[in-house]
């Protein structure tokens, strides 16, 4: 995977982290926030409280290789003077797939 395969958002919030995490992190909250599909799974990767939280996103999708598309979005807060939040959403994908035509030598089990 290189830079270019995933999606980054960057913004300032009118709300302090400890806010903004509380609304990635509580269920209700995050439902509201993010409107998750029905066919989406999040599991929470890493975490550090107010600061970063990382979900493997898997969602059943149209176009995906296995019918199964899994990525890594990671939430970055960071206190700005005026009380917000600036914000960054990093969305990119678990792994690329590897072309089936690829030059490489397959290793062989001894």
């Not at 899994?70 to 700005?80: A, C, N």
């Amino acid at each position: 995977m290189t830079d270019m395969d995933a999606l980054v958002f960057e913004c300032a919030l009118d709300a302090p982290p400890e806010k903004v995490w509380r609304a990635l992190t509580i269920p209700e909250y995050l439902e509201r926030w993010l409107k998750p599909d029905r066919d989406l799974d999040l599991a929470v990767v890493t975490a550090e409280e107010n600061k970063s939280l990382t979900y493997r996103w898997r969602e059943a999708g149209q176009g995906a290789i296995t019918g199964i598309e899994d990525s890594l979005v990671t939430f970055e807060l960071t206190p700005t003077t005026d009380g917000g939040t600036w914000f960054k959403l990093t969305h990119a994908p678990m792994a690329a797939p590897v072309a089936a035509n690829r030059n490489e030598p397959m290793m062989m089990a001894a």
